[in-house]
């Protein structure tokens, strides 16, 4: 299954993990990457030399002066074209994030959807890039504001979606007139070989220059130097609060700007009101679809205490259904963490609920035997807790769920709120009153606030990002594009006399 892959996407010789268009910039320092599914090394990928990192900046200058020349609908065009090209390798490229992520063949394949969702967003987009007019104050003059490409954007990406969160901000920033530098996680290498492999065939047909796309490797010492490079006018950085943080200082001490989506810490309220049975599904997708990797996991629950014992019946029952395994078989729900420093933080997360006074509902563990011969896969955990423990403020990026009780809406919305994250929210009821008030400026202090679905699986038409330690900055859909360029507000005057704003008199002969 995994040579077939790999060599559905011509990746079996692809070693190099520096790509400029389809130059390739080979080094002897690698990185390995072993698929999670089955603990197979699947590639080792040569990582990028500051030299060569030097070489790509300069080539990527050149080709934003030749590609902010084209016309925006004919960017746009491009970009179709890459979507088109996403169509025809949707299937290789979901197994391929499937193999080398760790997460189900179904999700790794709404994965490359959102790629294909997005670049269809981007054609649309490329012919309103919109700036308002003003009526200036003084006779006989124009006033408005326009839009102007950024230059080089740097997108720094985390590995549970490692082909998604790219395509967001390329495709955005191409028919936005940007060039794009990508760093994908070293964790899953291969997938951005593919996605450049993919592109480059667009680029190369329509004899458009190298640099548009780029593509580096190598650890956090590759994201600092894209921090720190004022030539990057825009840093795009998706993952842990904890790396934010790094990338978000460095860049705003250099005055560039950065979009952060960083950590979630994800709740939904359960009202006495709701129609269990109809949201059941997504709850449970929420807490463990990509066995609890995404930065939207629903990781906690806060219950009516009404049918607090009831809900605990019905999940502990739901979670006795789930099948763990290889995540290529679409019979398995679950596939595995994405290595075993993973399942550590997993296994830890349990052990300090314990400590901290929770209790256990649905027991995590490693798996172990023959299927799960990675060391990778767990059994997703159900654990009660108090909102406060150290603990549950914090992200652990696994399947542990955490359940809490409450007994007032605005408790409940006090409790969803107080964790130090602020990217998604959910509240499940049949009460319109319950329902606004969750949406109202009282309510979820999150970027994103949902009524009667989950936290997570967000569509690409709406802007994506999240408050506090989630770092602000929005990505995809409605007017995030503007992240992406400049704005210049111009006034023009075809007066014949000369006319200060303020009314100001200064008269000289
Ligand atoms: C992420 O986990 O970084 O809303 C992105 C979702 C997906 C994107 C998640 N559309 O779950």
């Known amino acids: 299954m995994s040579i077939e892959i790999l060599n559905a996407l011509k990746l079996e010789k692809t070693n190099s993990g520096t790509w400029c268009g389809t130059t390739l910039f080979p080094s002897r320092e690698r990185i390995e990457s072993f698929s ?177 796309s780029s593509v580096i490797t190598g650890d956090y010492k590759v994201g600092e130097w894209m921090s720190n490079d004022t030539r990057i006018p825009l840093i795009s950085a998706t993952g842990s609060t904890r790396m934010g943080k790094a990338v978000g200082v460095a860049v705003a001490s250099r005055f560039g700007k950065s979009i952060l989506e960083l950590g979630g810490n994800n709740a939904i309220i359960i009202s006495d009101t709701a129609q269990l049975q109809l949201v059941l599904p997504a709850i449970v997708f929420g807490a463990v679809g990509t066995a609890g990797q995404r930065c939207t996991t629903t990781r906690r629950l806060i219950i009516h205490e009404k049918i607090y014992d009831d809900v605990k019946a019905v999940l502990k029952k739901a979670y006795t259904q789930l099948r763990i395994g290889n995540p290529l078989d679409q019979n398995n729900h679950i596939g595995p963490l994405i290595d075993q420093k993973a399942v ?84 499940m009821t049949e009460s319109l009153r319950e329902a606004e008030y969750f949406l109202s400026n009282a309510g979820s202090d999150c970027g994103i606030a949902n009524v009667n679905i989950g936290t997570s699986g967000a569509e690409i038409g709406g802007a994506f990002g999240g408050e506090k330690e989630t770092g602000g900055g929005r990505e995809s859909g409605s007017d995030a594009w503007k992240a992406y360029m400049r704005r210049q507000t ?9 006319t200060l704003a303020q009314g100001i008199q200064f008269d000289i002969e």
Not at 399 to 422: D, M, R, W
Not at 490 to 498: D, G, P
């Open 36 to 212: 999670p599914v089955d603990g197979k090394k699947i590639a080792s990928v040569s990582c990028t030399k500051q030299t060569d990192y030097e070489k790509i900046i300069q080539t990527a200058q050149t080709a934003f002066i030749h590609w902010r020349a084209i016309p925006a609908p004919k960017r746009g065009e491009i970009v179709r074209q890459i979507g088109d090209e996403l169509r025809k390798n949707k299937a290789a490229l979901g197994q391929l994030v499937s193999y080398e992520m760790g997460k189900s063949l179904q999700e790794g394949l709404g994965e490359v959807q959102e790629m294909i969702d997005i670049c269809d967003f981007a054609v649309g987009l490329s012919r309103q890039l919109y700036g308002l007019t003003m009526h200036s104050e003084r006779p006989n003059h124009r006033m408005y504001e326009q839009w102007h490409p950024l230059g080089i954007v740097g997108v720094i990406s985390a590995f549970n979606f490692p082909v998604a969160v790219w395509a967001w901000n390329a495709a955005l920033a191409w028919v936005c007139g940007n060039v794009v530098i990508w760093k994908g996680s070293e964790k899953t290498p291969l997938c951005s070989i593919a996605c450049q492999k993919i592109v480059n065939k667009v680029f190369a047909k329509n004899k458009l220059p190298d640099g548009i």
């Open 344 to 427: 550590e933080a997993f296994l830890y997360a349990i052990r300090q609920v314990k400590k901290e006074g929770g209790k256990i509902l649905v027991p995590g563990s490693r798996l172990e035997g023959k299927n799960y011969q990675s060391g990778c896969y767990v059994s997703p955990c159900i654990a009660e807790v108090e909102n406060h423990y150290e603990i549950v403020q914090h992200e652990t990026f696994a399947p542990i769920l955490y359940l809490i009780k409450y007994s007032t809406l605005e408790e409940a919305v006090a409790l969803q709120n107080a964790v130090p994250q602020g990217l998604s929210s959910s509240i």
């Open 490 to 498: 111009n006034t023009i005057s075809y007066s014949n006399s000369l």
